[in-house]
Nanobody
């Protein structure tokens, strides 16, 4: 069974930075696309960023493009989301997710396309 554990969330002032980590167990992340989503209170879970198994393709939501960077370290079975220039509207629970099938040729952008999820880590940005 694939398990994903997020860490790195916290409280930060607007303009600050946070680095989220997602460590996988039960299966290597090598060969599998990975994604980050977030969910604010009263809102639907939304795509933030994703990275292809090869690492060569990354995708971002328009709202975070230019501020967030996703990366992966297959040797450490870890995916990183580096967040800079944080805004109050970035406040949410952030979830790491991965897919069931390996070697997908595209980066999924909807929650239903991901089969494994972490428990989430809270990010709060104060104004």
């Amino acid at each position: 069974q694939v398990q994903l554990v997020e860490s790195g969330g916290g409280l930060v002032q607007a303009g600050g930075s946070l680095r989220l980590s997602c460590v996988a167990s039960g299966r290597t992340i090598s060969g599998y696309n990975m994604g980050w989503f977030r969910q604010a209170p009263g809102k639907e879970r939304e795509f933030v960023s994703g990275i292809k198994w090869s690492g060569g393709i990354t995708e971002y939501a328009d709202s975070v493009k230019g501020r967030f960077t996703i990366s992966r370290d297959n040797a450490k079975n870890t995916v990183i989301l580096q967040m800079t220039s944080l805004k109050p509207e970035d406040t949410a629970v952030y979830y790491c997710a991965t897919v069931l099938r390996n070697f997908l040729m595209f980066v999924p952008r909807t929650p239903g396309q991901y089969q494994y999820w972490g428990q989430g880590t809270q990010v709060t940005v104060s104004s």
